[in-house]
């Protein structure tokens, strides 16, 4: 099973979501999933997906 992190990159890199399994885009939000089935809307823009260091890097999030 592949988890990612979710992270934004400006101004400075921070955590937003852990263990994320699913990854949409709904109405301009990006919707995160966790392993629970928790789901954290942010706004912002993919920037990087990471799959070997099962990250996401995210530009512009507002949670």
């Known amino acids: ?3 990612s ?3 934004t990159t400006a101004p400075e890199r921070k955590l ?5 399994a699913l ?14 089935g928790r789901t954290t809307q942010i706004d912002a ?7 070997m260091e099962n990250e996401i ?3 512009g999030a507002e949670a």
């Open 1 to 3: 099973m592949c988890l």
């Open 5 to 7: 992190n979710v992270y």
């Open 16 to 20: 937003v979501a852990k263990n994320i």
């Open 23 to 36: 990854v949409r885009f709904e109405d301009g939000k990006l919707l995160l999933t966790d392993i629970l």
């Open 45 to 51: 823009a993919v920037e990087r997906i990471d799959l």
């Open 57 to 59: 890097l995210v530009r």
